[in-house]
């Protein structure tokens, strides 16, 4: 079953920042990483639903041209409007994924801490939209926690190997510790191997 709307609605009722995201050092670590795993210094266009307060959004915003970043409750997208105001290439729109999703393509979608909010098959179809809204040659990134949560469905190590199994994409990077786990994964262009940083810029 998925997480109801409700639970997310009554976290947000109690605190602005429910999962203290802008204060945690696990959380900031784990920005930092996701971050350095980015295989581009620069995207044109990113995704991020599921982006709570906006802290990764503002520390995404300076890699992107444009940076869509979504969230299904009110308050969170106000929360992470105000603390990008000063970010022009930053959106912040109120969506409930995967049944609304945006219509324009991307090269970076950016899913952390939030597919194991959903069953298995909203998990298939919420990372098939996220490939298939992934232009040749762009990037998923999945970052998520591993230790068992009463609401969580699976965990980062799960949703891994999900990724892993799903046609189109090839994996980049992969990184584990006993908190998180962390991958990338390219769409490939023309069914071919993805290419890494260095191979993208002609040194392998
Ligand atoms: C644990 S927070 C993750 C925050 C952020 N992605 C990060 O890593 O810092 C999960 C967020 O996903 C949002 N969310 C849950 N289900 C969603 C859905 N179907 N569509 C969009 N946002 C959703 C929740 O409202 C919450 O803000």
Redesign the pocket.
């Known amino acids: 079953m998925n997480t109801p709307g409700t639970y ?1 609605e009554s976290q947000y009722a109690h605190a602005e920042d429910p ?1 203290h ?1 802008a204060e945690r050092w696990y ?1 900031r670590r784990k920005y930092e990483l996701t971050l350095a795993a980015l295989p581009r210094p620069r995207y044109r266009r990113g995704f991020e ?4 307060v906006g ?2 959004t503002s520390l995404l915003a300076p890699r992107c041209d444009r940076l869509l970043s ?4 009110a308050s ?1 997208v106000e929360t992470t409007a105000r603390r990008t105001r000063a970010l022009e290439q930053v959106t912040v729109r109120r ?3 995967p049944d609304e999703w945006p219509e324009e393509q991307f090269d970076l979608v950016v899913l ?3 597919l194991y ?1 959903f069953d298995a098959p909203t998990r298939t179809r919420l990372l098939q939209r996220s490939a298939q809204s992934l232009e040749p040659g762009g990037h998923l990134v999945a970052v998520h926690w591993n230790h068992a949560v009463a609401e969580h469905t699976c965990t980062g190590r799960d949703i891994a190997a999900e990724l892993d199994a799903l046609s189109g994409l090839g994996r980049l990077a992969r990184y584990d510790d006993p908190d998180f786990t962390l991958t990338v994964h390219e769409r490939r262009h023309d069914g071919g191997p993805a290419r890494s940083p260095a191979q993208a810029e002609g040194l392998a």
């Open positions: 997310f999962w995201l959380d639903p599921g982006c709570s802290v990764l979504a969230d299904r409750i969170a969506l409930a994924v952390s801490e939030l909010y």
